[in-house]
């Protein structure tokens, strides 16, 4: 496997630019291991726009999910925090009374106070146990 056949093989393959990337830098790892190196071929992947579902389809797919799920989605929808910080939340970072949330930050965000609805509170509110995070159930961590 010599690496100018490597590159003419990428270069013919019916792949997409980023497939194509991955596969270079894999042969590039195996070539750094048994101490060779080579030109990497340089691919420029074609950016795409996300799909970004209407709000109604999101009411939708909170609605069809089990209760503690659609309680996180729906906290995850208002506030725009991240899933990481969602799971750590616990009972005392919630002011029902005002309808803020206090956000832990992740990542190197900055902590912060979000407003929520009353749809979550209410959500929030009848969950069956008060624990601490407020999200427990392995099934649900996302990680």
Do not use: H
Not at 47 to 54: H, R, S, Y
């Amino acid at each position: 496997m010599d690496p100018e056949s490597v590159k003419e093989v990428l270069a013919k393959a019916n792949l997409k630019a980023s497939t194509k990337v991955m596969y270079a830098v894999a042969y590039t790892m195996f070539l750094k291991f048994t101490g060779r190196s080579w030109e990497k071929p340089n691919y420029k992947p074609v950016e795409k726009i996300p799909f970004i579902p209407t709000e109604e389809e999101l009411d939708q797919f909170i609605a069809g999910c089990g209760r503690k799920m659609a309680t996180l989605l729906q906290l995850l929808k208002e506030t725009g925090c991240r899933v990481g910080e969602a799971l750590r939340l616990r009972w005392t970072d919630m002011d029902f009374e005002r309808g803020v949330v206090t956000i832990t930050p992740k990542k190197g965000s900055r902590p912060r106070i979000l407003p929520i609805s009353v749809k979550p509170v209410g959500m929030l509110n009848s969950l069956p146990e008060r624990r601490e995070p407020i999200f427990t159930d392995r099934k649900l961590v996302l990680r």
